[in-house]
């Protein structure tokens, strides 16, 4: 059911050849309705120029009807007050009103005032959660409760900079600007764990200036741990920064830093629990070389890559190197699901590959390699412990990884 159904039901139990939508917030536009609406073979006209809508309104319909002549019915979207209708159209439509509070009764619609339309379908999913709470939410419970519920963080449990900072990747990644109400409860929130020097405001709301300040941060890290350089404001290797920042290094939206050949021997000097930011550092000699098996079969570029990656991660840090064999097989899957309809994006990775499954879009064999680097990569992302694998059974794993590439680069083809 879609968020603005109310204007759907009442257009549908119009008995008269016009219906008017009176939208009180201005919310609702063509591109809305005009795709609901095309099975009940009615016209629609914006009603925001008095003049272009009495011209239109009067050579496509009330012309028309003046003579007799059949049309379509007409949907009049008026994103205005009622009194500056005309009356000639109040006379011979339906009117229906409607606002957010006609479909958000539990969230804080001042709330939902500060997002775009776009954001209302998730909106009404986060409503349809909270059938059982009997209250309307707070400003700020709302703003805690989307936060949850889209971005999957608690504001309320940021306990340090690092964790703001692994927020504020998942945000950047995922909208384009961050809504002042969300800016305004974060630094509310977080103002005291982030140092007097930082601009946080500016690192909310400009995702362009976050990175390129995320960026000098972590090469300022990189020559920290190498000794050629001032310490970070960050700690990278923070559990809830280490991960994603290797994300971002494999999309190429970190970069690495050249190490000097005269250091070369700083490499060697490493601890253990440090070796994962080899992925940080480029040296000229020490090319990636792919597998054999993987060199003759992953010829789609993008494939190659993300292989050349996870290649990497296996001599480095064998966490991230699962949890980066999960995101693999995430992406593939994502895919095949964004070209089958009717697979809902919310669903868990394990019910995508159910579906997909039971629709004969994987057979069997290639679902089972996609069910274990599913389990791997949860093994990667909550062992606590540090895990050691053999040689073999990382050539196992990436052999794993090969034939589900392999698979979908046909499936590609085909």
Same mark, same amino acid.
């Given at each position: 059911?879609?968020? %603005?159904?109310?204007?759907?039901?009442?257009?549908?139990?119009?008995?008269?050849?016009?219906?008017?939508?009176?939208?009180?917030?201005?919310?609702?536009?063509?591109?809305?309705?005009?795709?609901?609406?095309?099975? %009940?073979?009615?016209?629609?006209?914006?009603?925001?120029?008095? $003049?272009?809508?009495?011209?239109?309104?009067?050579?496509?319909?009330?012309?028309?009807?003046?003579?007799?002549?059949?049309?379509?019915?007409?949907?009049?979207?008026?994103?205005?007050?009622?009194?500056?209708? *005309?009356?000639?159209?109040?006379?011979?439509?339906?009117?229906?009103?409607?606002?957010?509070?006609?479909?958000?009764?539990? $969230?804080?619609?001042?709330?939902?005032?500060?997002?775009?339309?776009?954001?209302?379908?998730?909106?009404?999913?986060?409503?349809?959660?909270?059938?059982?709470?009997?209250?309307?939410?707070?400003?700020?419970?709302?703003? @805690?409760?989307?936060?949850?519920?889209?971005?999957?963080?608690?504001?309320?449990?940021?306990?340090?900079?690092?964790?703001?900072?692994?927020?504020?990747?998942?945000?950047?990644?995922?909208?384009?600007?961050?809504?002042?109400?969300?800016?305004?409860?974060?630094?509310?929130?977080?103002?005291?764990?982030?140092?007097?020097?930082?601009?946080?405001?500016?690192?909310?709301?400009?995702?362009?200036?976050?990175?390129?300040?995320?960026?000098?941060?972590?090469?300022?890290?990189?020559?920290? /741990?190498?000794?050629?350089?001032?310490?970070?404001?960050?700690?990278?290797?923070?559990?809830?920064?280490?991960?994603?920042?290797?994300?971002?290094?494999?999309?190429?939206?970190?970069?690495?830093?050249?190490?000097?050949?005269?250091?070369?021997?700083?490499?060697?000097?490493?601890?253990?629990?440090?070796?994962?930011?080899?992925?940080?550092?480029?040296?000229?000699?020490?090319?990636?070389?792919?597998?054999?098996?993987?060199?003759?079969?992953?010829?789609?570029?993008?494939?190659?890559?993300?292989?050349?990656?996870?290649?990497?991660?296996?001599?480095?840090?064998?966490?991230?190197?699962?949890?980066?064999?999960?995101?693999?097989?995430?992406?593939?899957?994502?895919?095949?699901?964004?070209?089958?309809?009717?697979?809902?994006?919310?669903?868990? $990775?394990?019910?995508?590959?159910?579906?997909?499954?039971?629709?004969?879009?994987? *057979? /069997?064999?290639?679902?089972?390699?996609?069910?274990?680097?599913?389990?791997?990569?949860?093994?990667?992302?909550?062992?606590?412990?540090?895990?050691?694998?053999?040689?073999?059974?990382?050539?196992?794993?990436?052999?794993?990884?090969?034939?589900?590439?392999?698979?979908?680069? @046909?499936?590609?083809?085909?």
């Amino acid at each position: 059911m879609m968020w %603005f159904q109310p204007i759907l039901d009442g257009i549908n139990k119009s008995k008269k050849k016009v219906t008017l939508i009176v939208d009180k917030d201005g919310i609702i536009s063509l591109t809305h309705l005009g795709p609901a609406i095309a099975d %009940f073979d009615y016209g629609i006209i914006l009603f925001d120029n008095s $003049l272009i809508f009495r011209q239109q309104y009067e050579s496509k319909y009330r012309d028309k009807w003046d003579t007799g002549e059949k049309t379509q019915k007409l949907v009049i979207l008026a994103k205005t007050t009622e009194a500056k209708i *005309p009356y000639d159209i109040e006379c011979n439509g339906d009117i229906i009103h409607f606002s957010l509070q006609d479909v958000f009764k539990k $969230l804080d619609t001042d709330v939902l005032r500060e997002f775009s339309s776009d954001f209302y379908t998730r909106a009404f999913d986060i409503e349809h959660s909270l059938e059982e709470q009997t209250a309307i939410l707070t400003k700020d419970q709302t703003i @805690e409760y989307i936060c949850r519920y889209v971005w999957g963080f608690d504001p309320m449990t940021i306990s340090d900079l690092e964790k703001l900072i692994s927020v504020l990747i998942d945000l950047h990644l995922s909208v384009n600007e961050v809504p002042d109400i969300i800016t305004e409860h974060l630094i509310l929130c977080c103002s005291d764990k982030v140092p007097a020097e930082i601009d946080i405001k500016s690192l909310i709301k400009a995702k362009t200036r976050f990175f390129e300040w995320l960026r000098i941060e972590w090469h300022s890290y990189l020559k920290n /741990k190498l000794h050629l350089g001032q310490q970070s404001i960050l700690d990278f290797s923070h559990t809830a920064l280490k991960i994603k920042i290797i994300h971002l290094i494999s999309e190429s939206i970190l970069s690495a830093i050249e190490l000097p050949d005269d250091q070369s021997q700083t490499i060697d000097e490493l601890s253990k629990e440090d070796s994962w930011i080899l992925l940080g550092i480029r040296q000229k000699d020490i090319p990636v070389q792919l597998t054999e098996v993987a060199q003759y079969r992953i010829v789609d570029k993008r494939l190659k890559k993300d292989f050349e990656s996870l290649q990497s991660l296996s001599g480095i840090d064998i966490e991230s190197f699962l949890v980066k064999t999960r995101k693999i097989a995430e992406s593939i899957i994502n895919d095949l699901c964004i070209q089958t309809k009717n697979i809902e994006k919310s669903l868990s $990775l394990y019910e995508k590959l159910k579906a997909l499954e039971s629709r004969n879009i994987l *057979p /069997k064999t290639t679902s089972t390699f996609f069910h274990t680097l599913r389990i791997l990569g949860n093994i990667g992302a909550h062992e606590t412990k540090r895990l050691e694998l053999s040689q073999a059974e990382i050539d196992t794993i990436l052999g794993l990884v090969t034939r589900i590439l392999e698979w979908y680069q @046909e499936q590609k083809r085909a």
